[in-house]
């Protein structure tokens, strides 16, 4: 499901803003940009945001800023600074010009003194992070939550529909396994008339037909993966692979009914019934 978080955390003279957004994916695809000096954090901000996505494809960045007087070294090297000095003041005989170098000027001159950013406390940065990462995730997992509350309730329209569809269907099946099996009758009786054995023998091959094109079983199946799809989409927590597998399997019943009848009534009720589940279907993709 789509979302975003920002969150931002500051102590101790450092500060971390973390943004964070998701776009639907059947599974979790994540990706963070963090600066080069903490990547070793890296490893604990997945293991966050799994702990609060289970899908969807997260992308996370990190601005981070250490404004500690410690944070850089300043080192002087003060052999270099006494050959500028020695060199000037050479200089400055030799053309006869008076001068006197002061500290700022010898200072100033390349490498005398030099900056170097000091290592940072991880643990402490850790911290910050993990506070700034969890106030965007709280807000990102709010909006992915309002979204699925949307779809829930489409989803639930939906499944109505499909209810409506399959007792469309139960209703027909019993007009729909007469009518094959008087068919097959009325279409061989006048080759049995004379002979009972042979009238025997059709009566059983009919209700073998009849049988093979029964529906019992796949209504009673396609029944129960609806009341378990219901179930399962008004759980808390994770449930879109499971509503996924269910998804299929009534597809797979939907299938069977559709190759099993030849009725009108039923094959458009079969046509209603693909068309509402590819629309759970890709809807089910957004579920987390």
């Not at 789509?2 to 450092?14: C, D, L, P, V």
């Not at 080759?191 to 059983?204: P, S």
């Not at 209504?219 to 808390?236: C, D, K, N, P, Y």
């Amino acid at each position: 499901m789509t979302g975003y978080g920002r969150g931002y955390a500051s102590r101790e003279g450092r500060e971390a803003t973390i943004e964070v957004k998701s776009v639907n994916s059947r599974f979790l695809d994540l990706n963070i940009r963090m600066p080069g000096r903490i990547s070793v954090l890296e490893e604990s901000l997945r293991r966050l945001v799994s702990a609060h996505c289970d899908r969807g494809k997260v992308d996370l960045s990190v601005s981070y800023r250490n404004n500690r007087e410690d944070r850089t070294d300043v080192q002087c090297d003060a052999a270099l600074a006494g050959a500028y000095l020695s060199a000037l003041r050479s200089l400055s005989r030799d053309l006869g010009v008076g001068y006197q170098p002061g500290l700022m000027d010898i200072a100033g001159f390349h490498g005398v003194l030099t900056t170097t950013e000091r290592e940072e406390d991880l643990g402490a940065v850790e911290a910050l992070i993990q506070e700034a990462a969890g106030a965007a995730l709280i807000q990102l997992v709010e909006m992915r939550s309002a979204e699925g509350g949307r779809i829930q309730e489409d989803m639930l329209q939906k499944l109505d529909t499909v209810a409506e569809a399959v007792e469309v269907v139960r209703q027909n099946a019993p007009v729909v396994d007469e009518a094959n099996r008087q068919r097959l009758l009325d279409k061989l009786q006048e080759f049995i008339q004379a002979d009972e054995t042979l009238r025997q023998r059709v009566l059983m091959e009919a209700a073998i037909v009849a049988e093979k094109r029964n529906i019992d079983e796949e209504l009673v199946r396609l029944g129960s993966h609806l009341a378990q799809f219901r179930e399962t989409l008004l759980l808390a927590g994770p449930v879109g692979r499971k509503l996924d597998f269910i998804v299929q399997e009534m597809n797979r019943e939907v299938n069977t009914i559709g190759s099993k009848c030849n009725d009108g009534e039923i094959a458009r009720a079969v046509i209603l019934l693909k068309s509402e589940l590819e629309k759970i279907r890709e809807q089910v993709q957004n579920i987390e």
